[in-house]
């Protein structure tokens, strides 16, 4: 499993988020930026290096501050374990936070 760790402040305004997970997981330069292109990319990760763990420090702020990003992150992290299942696949994300 490969396991990152991030400070929800981060994660909070759009343009940093998607600059987090493209540095992050090596996205390729023509990355979307938006929760379809995450999906993808992530999914395309997952597949090709493992499972990810990623512990959000300071979720609740990243809540408070932009509650779309959080959620997003949420449901799309929930797609991508529920279409790896779905085959008969394990899931690929483990979100790890509190608020």
Same mark, same amino acid.
Do not use: D, L, Q, T
């Given at each position: 499993m490969i396991k990152h760790r991030v400070d929800g402040n981060i994660l909070a305004d759009w343009e940093? @988020?998607?600059d987090f997970f493209a540095k992050t997981f090596d996205f390729p330069h023509y990355y979307g930026r938006n929760m379809d *292109?995450?999906?993808d990319c992530m999914s395309d990760y997952?597949? +090709?290096d493992?499972?990810?763990s990623l512990h959000i420090d300071n979720a609740r702020d990243l809540k408070e501050r932009n509650?779309? *990003?959080f959620d997003a992150l949420i449901e799309c +992290? *929930? @797609?991508i374990n529920w279409r790896s299942t779905d085959k008969g696949g394990d899931p690929l994300i483990v979100l790890s936070f509190y608020v």
């Open positions: 940093k @988020f998607h *292109a995450w999906n997952c597949y +090709s493992g499972m990810v509650p779309e *990003a +992290s *929930a @797609f």
